[in-house]
């Protein structure tokens, strides 16, 4: 009972704002201007995340984070067919593409094991739950490694790789794209973290 309540003891909470460049993930069939076939093509703008981290142990060389997360961005997919495909020569392709823009929305709780390497820098892992409530309701379960750096005693910048686990695009499958797009999410993130 000692030691579980001396952990707890030991904490800081702080504000996270995150900026995201996601890369989503898929089996995207490589173009041949001799054999047509139809694929996926998406992109994620920059997107963002705001959310609250509570720090266990911040002091130790050992800490431990809990983030609790909301974003928000958008996904452009466009569908590429053979009917699409004008050939002018061997090495260009002009598409008459078919566009969809989707608002996408994660929430998520990030539980990470971090080590200090000097004083300011850390690395750490971490695992994160994420269920996307736009444009469908799926869940997703992502792995995450981190670097951090504490610029000052209120500002902490890091930079995360996170990788969603699960094939969650065929969740996202309407309208045009009802036909079988797939594909994982990653994320690379840029976070801002302000402990009060």
Not at 52 to 81: A, H, I, Q, W
Request: aromatic letters at 16%.
């Amino acid at each position: 009972m000692f030691v579980s309540s001396s952990v707890f003891a030991h904490f800081e909470l702080g504000l996270l704002v995150w900026a995201c460049l996601g890369f989503p993930l898929q089996d995207k069939q490589k173009v041949n201007v001799f054999d047509y076939e139809s694929y996926y093509n998406h992109k994620v703008s920059i997107n963002g995340m705001i959310g609250y981290r509570l720090r266990f142990l911040p002091e130790n060389k050992l800490f431990y984070d809990l983030d609790l997360k909301v974003g928000f961005g958008s996904m452009k997919t466009t569908k590429v067919t053979p009917e699409d495909w004008e050939i002018s020569d061997v090495n260009h392709i002009y598409l008459n593409e078919k566009s969809k823009h989707e608002f996408l929305v994660p929430i998520s709780i990030t539980a990470g094991m971090n080590y200090r390497l000097t004083d300011k820098f850390y690395v750490g892992l971490g695992v994160a739950p994420v269920l996307y409530v736009s444009p469908q309701t799926v869940f997703d379960l992502a792995v995450s490694a981190k670097a951090g750096y504490r610029v000052a005693k209120h500002c902490e910048l890091a930079l995360t790789y996170q990788y969603g686990c699960f094939d969650i695009l065929k969740h996202f499958n309407s309208g045009y794209a009802a036909d079988g797009r797939k594909g994982h999410m990653s994320d690379l993130m840029l976070s801002v973290y302000i402990p009060f």
